[in-house]
Every structure is written in C-alpha cells, then in structure tokens.
C-alpha cells in the first residue's frame, strides 16, 4: 500500500480504528484484524470509536473547542490574539478525520448486516436501527460546521473491496442529507416500538448498547428527540420549513406515540459505570483547564450572578484570589495586555470543578430534557400558543436546574465548595427576574431571545458545539467581539472550511464545493 492510499484510508474515507481498552476485547473484535464479527460486536465497536467525541475527551475540548466553539459562544474567556477566528488546521482535521472513521465502522456494520439472511436480519434489526439514530446524530453535528460532505458515498472503501480509486466520495448538499435523515427517523420511530425482539438478540443488545443498555423506551425518546432537533433546525428554511411546521406538530401533540426527552431521567447521555473502562480520568481536566481554558466569559457569567441563577454555584466557582468569593468573567473587548494582566491576578471565576473538569463520572451528553422543553416552546410561540410556550420554557429552566444538581451528585470531586441547593423559592424567584420572566417578554421577539439565552446558559461549556450551532440560527444573543483587524476574517465564522486532506486527495469532488468553502457562508439552516 503506498503513501497516497495509507493518507486517503485514514483521512478521506476514514480506515477502520482499532479499539484498544482492554475492557471491549472481548465484546468487540476489530474488523479489519479478523474475517469474523458480528452485528451486535461491530454496533460496540462503532459507539466506541468515537467516544472521546461524546465523552469529554481531551483533544475534543483542547485541541478543537478551545480555540471555536467555546469562543464562538463566549461561554469562556479568553486573551485575545491575532487570527483567533481562523478554525485551525488541527482542530479541522481532527473533527474531519474522527467522523470519517466513526463513518468507516458504521459502513463495516452495514456491510456484515447485510451478508446475513433475511431471517438473521429481523433478528438484528433493533442493532440497525440504534446504530442508524446515533450515526444521524453525529452526522447532524458534522453538517452543522461545514455543511455539504461527503456522505450516502463515503466511507465505502472496505464494501468497495479495498480499491480507493473507486472510494473518493462526491459532496451531497446538506439539506439532503438532513431531507434522508428525518424520512429515515420518522420511519424508526415507528418501526422501533413494533418490533419483535427474541431473547437471545434482546441479552446481546443489552451488552453491546453503550449508550442506552438496553432501554428500548429510551432509543425511542433519542429518535423522537432528535428528530425534534434536526426539525427545528431547519424550521426556518423554505426546502423544509413546511415539513417542519407538520411533523413538530405531530410530534408533540401524540405524546404517547412519539414520546420525548421530556425529564433528566429520560436524558439521552454516554455514562461512565466504571472509572477507566472508557477514557483516563483526566481527559476532561486537561482537556478544559490546561492554558487557560477555564476562564469564565464575562456576559455569561454576569448574567447568572444579576439574576441570580440557581445554577450559579454548580457551574462556576470564584478564582483563587477573588474577594470575599466576587465572581468576576473576562471582557472579550478588553486590550489583550489588559487581559493578561487580569487572568495573573487568578481574581477570575471558572468552571466548577467539581461538577465539571474534575468529575471523573461526567457523561457524554447527547440529548437533554432542557434541551426537548425550550425546542417545544418555541414551536409553541411560532405557533401563537403563549401559555404552551410559557409552560415549556419554564420546565426547560426547572429542568436544566435539576441536571446540573445531578452532574454535581455524581462527581467523585470535593475540591470547589458545595454549591447552594435550590429551593422552590430560589427557583421561583429566579422565573420572575425581568431577564427571566416569560411574561417580562413583549412580542414574539422577545420571548425568543429569552429561549435562545436558555440554551445557552445550559448548553454552556458543556454543549458548546450545540451551543454555537443554536447562536447562528436564532441570532438573538447579543455576544460582541473583538474585531481582529489583521485578518480578513476577523469575526468569529459562519462555517468551518474543509481540510488541507479534501483538496489534496479528494481534488475533483471537492473542486465542485471549493466556490462554496468560505468562513463567511452560512450554513442552509442559517436564515438570519
């Protein structure tokens, strides 16, 4: 195999990634070691190739969100510097390059699926469809940074029988992608709760189901929710928006055919059983705190302390040498002489370590109820139902509240101190603040920035990928930045641009999109 074909393997169309902690070798068989697997083996081996993607590994949070989406959100702070707003080269291989191998061990799944007989096909579908919702979801996320990919081609070159000539992958647009997507999820939605599961195939699920064990009632609410997502994601586009408008609708008007994430017990999350088995322990603490990255940005910040917010003292802590426990963020429009001047002070506030950086138990995120409740509400206000919307956006407050209490009562960490609990009153009081307040809002454009400000107090440093995404498509947060006047690009982006790797090896598929591969185009979602 020479250069050129070992490049486009690990890059292009994504080689097949050996699963090394020793905990799955016995679950989980790499295929491109061995002629024998197995669906529910290889379903193990897909989740867990890209783990530190869901999980808060280190080269996610240091390599890649550092530097993009925590900025772009302004969930934290940081010193400001000449080309901040560029996605560099690392963090845009990396997110490329992990996706294509996770793509890869989807397609091998395929692949030893469909070598079965059709009656050992009925007996795996239930793999198929849990591995076809979560390989949406990441998918989802990949288009939401750089739109058109390769997709219904890519990732083939083991089906093609190892010939990369015939494995460059064309571009399909990303409204097409995300048209196939919602038909196929409307589809399991349906098929997931008829189906007819036999022992043997339902004990093999319940081992090799990383994410839900088993629960079939959950994959459902991950359907249903993430269906919801990619919906009013794209509710505002004239290819989709009626769609979207309809099956909304439907979705939430038959709660008990299409049942959501609806409370943190139906949260849709990656968790660590057993410190070690998945990733070292700390993958998060380095990941978020090495160079600086755990400052707290300032309007964030500001707006929890001015309204008091119960989640307050579970999401940050004071710095070090704050007085009398001040909580204090970093201006992004400050000079970066003055910046620095202020983060060697230690007086600014951080990440609650606690509950975040140094839980060793914190889980992958996926989807929340918080998250199910404000998408609700603001179907609802679209729609002219005030008191809907009214009662949605207030349980996606009382919910997101009790998450963060949940991720704090996980944490095998006692560092920062122990956060103020809520109380009924706290939380009430914290519904009537004028910034909080649905019925403080006038007018529908109000109340959507109230809903947009919510996602983003949740989603925060934890969902900051999420986050970002939201922020372009509502446009109602009103984040200022420092305008870095030696770089044409010199506001945070639109869009990712593709990697060097595209250019090079995939030259006449990419030169199709290459006009199109601009920082400053927006994403076919993003209609403001």
């Known amino acids: 195999m020479n250069i050129k074909r ?15 902690v020793e905990d799955f070798a016995d679950n989980y068989t790499d295929p491109s ?3 024998e697997t197995s669906v529910g083996k290889q379903f193990t081996g897909m989740i867990h190739s890209n783990r530190l993607y869901v999980l808060p590994g280190y080269r996610d949070y240091f390599v890649v969100r550092r530097i ?25 291989g990396e997110r490329w390059s992990v996706f294509y191998n996770f793509m890869a061990q989807y397609r091998e799944l395929q692949k030893v699926y469909g070598k079965l007989s059709q009656e050992e096909q009925a007996d795996n579908r239930v793999f198929m469809i849990a591995a076809a919702t979560y390989f949406y979801d990441r998918t989802q996320r990949i288009v939401d940074i750089y739109g058109d990919i390769p997709w219904s081609e890519a ?3 083991s089906i093609n029988g190892g010939d990369y000539t015939e494995s460059y992958a064309s571009y399909d647009k990303a409204e097409d992608i995300y048209s196939t997507m919602l038909d196929d999820l409307a589809g399991f939605a349906d098929e997931m709760g008829s189906l007819t599961i036999n022992p043997a195939t339902e004990a093999d699920f319940n081992t090799q189901d990383l994410i839900n064990r088993g629960d079939i009632d959950l994959w459902i609410r991950y359907i249903n929710s993430l269906r919801l997502r990619m919906l009013t994601r794209v509710s505002g586009t004239s290819e989709l928006g009626a769609r979207a408008k309809t099956e909304i609708g439907t979705i939430l008007s038959n709660p008990g055919q299409y049942p959501l994430v609806t409370d943190n017990d139906s ?49 940050f802590e004071p710095g070090t040498n704050s007085e009398s426990g001040e909580y204090l963020g970093l201006d992004p429009l400050m000079n ?37 409740h404000l998408m609700a509400a603001e179907y609802y206000l679209k729609e002219g139902q005030d008191g809907m919307a009214k009662s949605h956006y207030e349980e996606s407050i009382k919910q997101s509240i009790g998450f963060y209490e949940y991720l704090r009562g996980i944490s095998n960490n006692t560092e920062a101190e122990a956060p103020i609990e809520p109380t009924d009153d706290s939380i009430n009081a914290y519904l009537g603040m004028d910034a909080v307040a649905w019925d403080s809002a006038s007018g529908m454009d109000e109340k959507l920035t109230l809903i947009a400000e919510q996602k983003w107090l949740h989603f925060n ?14 446009n109602k947060l009103d984040l200022n930045f420092w305008e870095d006047k030696s770089n044409q690009q010199n506001l945070p982006p639109q869009r990712w641009v593709y990697p060097g790797s595209e250019q090079s090896y995939n030259t006449e598929n990419y030169a199709v999109v290459q006009p199109e591969d601009i920082l400053g185009n927006k994403i076919f979602w993003d209609m403001n």
């Open 6 to 20: 070992i490049f486009i393997y690990a890059l292009l169309i994504g080689g097949i990634s050996s699963c090394t």
């Open 33 to 35: 070691k061995v002629s």
């Open 68 to 92: 993009t989406s925590n900025r772009y959100s302004q969930v934290v702070g940081w010193v400001n510097e000449e080309n901040q707003y560029v996605p560099g080269s690392a963090a845009v």
């Open 155 to 157: 990732g083939m070159l």
């Open 267 to 315: 949260n849709i999350l990656f968790n660590i059983h057993t410190l070690g088995t998945l990733m070292p322990a700390n993958q998060f603490q380095s990941g978020l705190e090495d160079w600086d990255g755990n400052l707290a940005g300032k309007k964030i910040l500001d707006h929890m302390v001015n309204n008091a917010d119960p989640r307050l003292t579970y999401v």
């Open 336 to 372: 970066a002489t003055d910046q620095n001047e202020l983060v060697l002070t230690q007086t600014l506030s951080i990440y609650n370590r606690s509950t975040i950086s140094r839980n060793q138990y914190f889980p992958g995120v996926i989807i929340t109820a918080a998250e199910v």
């Open 461 to 474: 440093v934890i969902q900051s990928n999420e986050n970002w995404t939201e922020i372009r498509r509502l």
